[in-house]
């Protein structure tokens, strides 16, 4: 896992939780300034979210590839070509 990442985003979410808890979110500049984090902590939870899930093995059986038969080759006998 990415660590600036992870770091960048729990101080992002700690200051959106104390901007929601200090300043009960009252004026509008305060609302403006808690979605904004919201919007910043959006890009350092997915990062976090694709490194923890490209650490994630999938326990999934190979696929087996299904018979394959070619199809019938034609030949110019068969062709009606009547023009």
Do not use: N
């Not at 919007?39 to 490194?51: F, G, R």
Request: glycine fraction near 2%.
């Amino acid at each position: 896992m990415s660590a600036a990442e992870s770091l960048m985003l729990v101080a992002i979410v700690l200051a959106f939780i104390a901007t929601i808890m200090l300043t009960h979110v009252d004026d509008p500049a305060e609302q403006v300034w808690a979605m904004a984090l919201a919007v910043l902590a959006v890009p350092y939870a997915a990062s976090l979210i694709v490194a923890i899930g490209s650490c994630v093995k999938p326990s999934r059986r190979p696929v087996v590839a299904p018979e394959i038969t070619p199809t019938p080759a034609y030949h110019d006998s068969d062709l009606d070509l009547a023009a």
